[in-house]
């Protein structure tokens, strides 16, 4: 046997490391581009004809975040090793920022849950409505505002800051953050949506029996049967959940499944990779239904700026159980969101 010397094994675990490095690396690349394909496959997806709301303005924001982070993942990876304005990147930088940008998203989960809330609420509230201008200019504003504020809390906070100095002692692992906010709003959300499914499951399996798709003024919609001697009203909370509850899992029933999977399983997934936009939609129709039914009273109200969605079509019409050939229908009886 040919015995090693301590430089030679140490060379070479060097080397191995520093293999495991480039190909840990090569695959945040990977996975930081399939995202940003994502990201852009699920703008182009969506519906051109959307108001503009905060929720819009943040997916935009959180696309192009997720493209700076992959354009420096690539100048970093392909140069290895070079000095910019004084300061020197290494393949250590890749690790770092990503892990800067997986505390920031993982802190932004609530913030813009609660403020995506309180904008909705306030598209229904009677509050005196800002022009176009000004709403752009506001909700801009206030993405970049949220966005700064978070990032100095990551930034600042003396956990996050001693975690990143002791992953430059082991420049070889890269751990990354999971949110435990992402856990508990997605827990809560399918909580909801089972015991709202629970409430009225009778109600949404006659429905999903009876109900038709048709086309009017160019859009599909669905037409739910009602009998006229109904005990409740078609704009009430009851009638209304079933209805939401079809419209709502007609589009987002997979990912519904797969957030049951990921919670029962206790899934890790990196914060960097769980803040996405095909998320940020579900949420937004998430708080779309809700803010419909809360408010189910003004959905008949012309002068109610409704929120629009960019998936879901909340477009529910209603016609009497006699009727049967719906299409010498020229409109729908009633139809409560337009």
Sequence with gaps: MTALSSG?????????????????NCLLFLIILGKVLLNTLTLGMRRKNTCHNFMEYFCF???????????????????????LLGVRFTKYHICLFTQIISFTYGFLHYPVFLIA????????????????KCK??????????????????????PGIYQSLKAQSVYAYQCPFYISIQSYWLSFSMVMILFMAFITSWSEVIALVQAVRMTSYMNETILYFPFSSHSSYTLSSKKALLP??????????????????????????IPAYI??????????NSFLIATVYWFNSHKLNLRDVALPADPFVNWKCCFIPLTIHNLEQIEKPISIIIC
């Design 61 to 83: 924001s959180l696309a192009f975040i997720d493209f700076l982070l992959l354009v420096n993942i690539s100048i970093i990876y392909y140069y290895r090793d070079f000095v």
């Design 243 to 268: 209805k939401f509850i079809i419209c709502f899992l007609g589009t987002w029933l997979p990912f519904v499944l797969l957030q049951v999977i990921i919670l029962l399983l206790k899934v890790q």
């Design 136 to 157: 752009k200019k506001f909700y801009f504003f206030t993405v970049i505002l949220i966005w700064i504020s978070v990032l100095a809390y990551v930034l600042r906070d």
């Design 117 to 132: 809330c309180i904008d909705y609420y306030l598209n229904f509230s009677k509050t005196p409505k800002l022009a176009l």
């Design 274 to 283: 769980e803040m996405n936009i095909p998320w940020l939609y579900f949420v």
């Design 8 to 24: 030679n094994c140490s060379f070479q675990y060097q080397l191995r490391q520093a293999n495991r490095s480039l190909d840990g």
